[in-house]
């Protein structure tokens, strides 16, 4: 069996036989292209993205659903998908950071007020970031600086990245900037 | 770290859950997993089975009965029930303890019903349940049940469920008119779990209470109702009392040291936000 990352190219695999777990066929819309593959039951979503679909822009944290480093789009929603067995996103529409541009389109207004206010130190944490208010943007309509902050408390920065985080959310929701005596 | 091996059945109705989990084996209902999947990823459980019940529409709805209650069906998201008009207006208590759980991210998959079969000693909403008097809906292979949330919590992650058994749907009666009400938690961090958290509904009549119901929840084995600070509050108006209250709660409650917080501090949070949920929920009565 094969299955398709969203670059197109074709990930041979051959599931031991032997795993207790049971496998399940899935079939999934990933960063709009359609994905079929066979999953084990214990396989996380996060995991499913990473190491089978070779989407490594979402990250793994904490795995107990604490860091937001994973979040992706579910049917549009932002959702841990360390806390998400890949079986569970069978039919579902997927959506990663990779999803947000393509190579060679130009940044999404988000990406791009995270570029401008360098919204990171490391950057482990980003695509997490950018999942949650990618989420936010799609159904939130338009928050106020306190559920924005609110918003952003779902994802952990460790190296103080925070004043430059909200700087970009607030950018890219059209906000004020947070006031120069607030600290991240 | 991730999961140990099991078998995994997404339900293809409620009756197919039912009869999955009267199979004999080891098994694990899920919905959104905000509560299971971190058990399964840190192999603090390792179930046989786990059956999916997210798919069942039939049991993925908020909604308001004949006789005026909220039902809330146990494939609902916590963030289907904030959205929901009605609860605001009818049971703000409920909007703001499911306000106070985990983060948007984690309310969009997370389920009330979830949650409440979990029973997590610091979790908000077993508390919530107690002291909204909800009842729960039950199903098993052999019969359908209900459980007032008052016998439903019997220790911690522990639950009046057999194995066999599913929670499907949680009742929130309207709470009696003119009840105030008031919610209040301490966590380190927004979005944690609680390290200490009082729910308070009281009715007042005639310048006194008339009915209180005041539940603890992270000082303890499970959330619980204070019944002898319930006593001390009725038939007075709450500034009287006070020291009265103040004194149940230190003969009543017995909680352990633990990473997150000393026992002494858990007294001494429980017994701040206690009174201050109490005056509360006094201003807010009708």
Not at chain 2, 123 to 130: F, Q
Not at chain 2, 154 to 169: C, H, Q, S, Y
Request: glycine residues 10%; aromatic residues 4%.
């Amino acid at each position: 069996m094969s299955f398709r990352g969203s670059e197109g190219q074709i990930h041979p695999t051959t599931p031991p036989l032997s795993e207790p777990s049971g496998w399940h066929d899935i079939s999934l819309t990933v960063n709009g292209e359609p994905v079929s593959a066979q999953v084990e039951s214990r396989l996380l979503l996060t995991d499913f993205l990473r190491h089978r679909l070779r989407l490594t822009g979402t990250h793994v944290g904490c795995e107990q659903g604490s860091c937001g480093a994973c979040s992706v789009l579910l049917d549009g929603v932002a959702v841990r998908s360390c806390l998400t067995l890949a079986v569970q996103a069978n039919g579902r529409d997927l959506r990663t950071v990779e999803g947000l541009a393509g190579p060679d389109e130009p940044l999404t207004a988000l990406q791009q007020a995270f570029h401008e206010q360098h919204g990171m130190q490391c950057g482990f944490c980003t695509p997490g970031f950018l999942m949650s208010l990618a989420g936010l943007a799609e159904h939130g309509g338009t928050p106020s600086s306190d559920e924005l902050d609110e918003h952003l408390a779902g994802n952990f920065c460790r190296c103080t990245g925070y004043v430059n985080i909200r700087k970009a959310a607030r950018q890219a929701f059209g906000l004020p900037g947070p006031e120069e005596a607030s600290r991240g | 770290m991730k999961p140990a091996p099991f078998d995994y059945v997404a339900a293809r109705s409620v009756e197919h859950a039912v009869e999955l989990l009267a199979g004999g084996t080891d098994a694990k209902v899920i919905a959104g997993g905000q509560s299971l999947m971190p058990v399964l990823n840190m192999r603090l459980g390792r179930p046989e089975l786990v059956v999916d019940i997210g798919r069942l529409d039939v049991l993925n709805h908020v909604r308001i009965s004949d006789s005026g209650a909220l039902l809330v069906g146990a494939t609902a998201t916590q963030a289907q029930v904030l959205a929901h008009p009605d609860v605001n207006r009818g049971w703000p208590l409920l909007a703001t303890a499911v306000a106070n759980i985990g983060h948007p991210q984690i309310r969009n998959r997370g389920t009330i019903c979830g949650s409440l079969a979990h029973n997590d000693p610091a979790a908000e909403l077993p508390a919530t349940a107690i002291v909204l008097d909800a009842t729960l809906r039950i199903q098993s292979s052999r019969r359908i049940r209900t459980v007032p949330a008052e016998q439903m919590f019997v220790g911690p992650f522990m639950t009046a469920l057999t194995p066999d058994e599913l929670l499907v749907e949680a009742e929130f009666p309207p709470p009696p008119a003119g009840a105030g009400w008031s919610f209040r938690e301490f966590a380190t961090r927004p979005g944690d779990f609680a390290t200490v958290g009082v729910a308070v509904q009281l009715v007042r009549r005639d310048g006194v209470v008339a009915d209180a119901r005041l539940v603890l929840f992270g000082v303890g084995g499970s959330a619980a109702r204070v019944h002898s600070a319930e006593e001390a509050l009725t038939g007075s108006s709450p500034s009287r009392v006070e020291d009265q209250v103040r004194a149940q709660l230190k003969a009543e409650l017995d909680p352990a040291d633990d990473v997150h917080a000393s026992a002494g501090l858990r007294r001494d949070l429980a017994e701040k936000l206690t009174i201050d949920a109490i005056a509360e929920a006094w201003a807010r009565c009708a």
